[in-house]
């Protein structure tokens, strides 16, 4: 087998476990610290105090939404409303998912799942030691979904199971005097699934090819209802899809010291990282009596650690498929 020589194989095993078990995420670098005041000014007043929650601290009091509407000239800092027309994020999702779900009358069934939705996405993570052409330790989460979901022309919600499949190939560290062995594992989680078909209306004036032209209510309408729908899918992964660490030394004589370590977020990076967005996937002309595939790519990201000597690379592959159900 063989060795991998980490910066650190010569100190003992304690001193190595502790420093294997450090989480291994970045960190911001700590503050510059103040100048020293001078001799005749120390003691003297409170310089350093932070000035009182009322006063600005950077020569411009924050202006809060109760100030905009006083004085509608004001740049307003404070967070846009869902419902506000500059809040391009709320009226995406609005275009693509429309308002709240429709609730079935009282006495009617809910209706049944129309397509199957089938999600299978793949995060590798590797850590290499910076010079070398391989990684010591490489790690593969495979993410899976499979759930029936509703296609209709208004909005379909549900909460289903995402669940996760761990490989791992290396060590965290091994020489010939000892090696520490890493085991990962992962709970299932709910994730929030909405589904909808839509058709996007032509931008007012402009024609397929871009042209401008004059067109009456009437004839966008209509133009509107020969268009084919498209299918809108949103996988809203929360912050709770978390890695447990575990670490297993032992040295030659047999001893062996385990531990774990904080939880780590690689596996949820590399999915927020997903191309197209995982909250906001359109398959254009979808049949809807044909199954379809969408590829999902996260392009390599390097992660930024200030504890550990290594360099860390996350990236991911896999495919959304829609399938009809008999």
Request: aromatic share 8%; net charge negative; charged share 30%.
């Amino acid at each position: 087998m063989k060795q991998i020589v980490r910066p650190f194989i010569k100190i003992n095993l304690l001193i190595l476990f502790v420093f294997c078990s450090m989480p291994a995420r970045a960190q911001e670098l700590p503050p510059p610290l103040a100048p020293a005041l001078p001799a005749d000014q120390q003691g003297q007043g409170n310089v350093t105090d932070t000035p009182p929650a009322d006063e600005p601290q950077n020569g411009q009091k924050e202006v809060t939404p109760d100030d905009f509407l006083g004085d509608p000239t004001l740049p307003f800092t404070g967070t846009l409303d869902a419902e506000d027309e500059d809040n391009e994020k709320a009226q995406e999702e609005r275009e693509l998912f429309g308002g709240e779900e429709e609730q079935p009358a009282e006495g009617e069934e809910p209706a049944e799942g129309t397509h199957l939705l089938k999600l299978k996405f793949t995060s590798h993570v590797q850590f290499m030691n910076p010079g070398e052409p391989s990684p010591y330790l490489e790690l593969e989460y495979t993410n899976s979904i499979e759930a029936p979901v509703t296609l209709k022309p208004s909005r379909f919600e549900t909460d289903v199971t995402m669940s996760f499949d761990v490989q791992k190939w290396g060590y965290l560290a091994q020489n010939e005097l000892f090696s520490c062995d890493l085991d990962v594992s992962m709970k299932e989680v709910s994730v929030h699934i909405a589904t909808r078909l839509y058709k996007a209306a032509s931008k007012e004036g402009e024609g397929e090819e871009g042209e401008e032209e004059e067109k009456t209510a009437e004839e966008r309408a209509e133009e509107l209802k020969e268009k084919p729908y498209s299918a809108a899918v949103k996988i809203a992964v929360g912050d709770d899809i978390r890695e447990d660490w575990f670490s297993y030394c032992t040295d030659l004589s047999g001893a062996t010291l385990n531990t774990q370590g904080d939880t780590e977020a690689y596996d949820l990076a590399a999915l927020k990282a997903v191309e197209p967005s995982l909250s906001a996937i359109v398959i254009e002309e979808f049949a809807g009596d044909e199954a379809v595939e969408v590829e999902l790519v996260a392009n390599p990201i390097q992660v930024e650690d200030n504890e550990i000597r290594n360099d860390i690379f996350l990236s991911g592959e896999g495919t959304l498929a829609i399938e009809p159900m008999e």
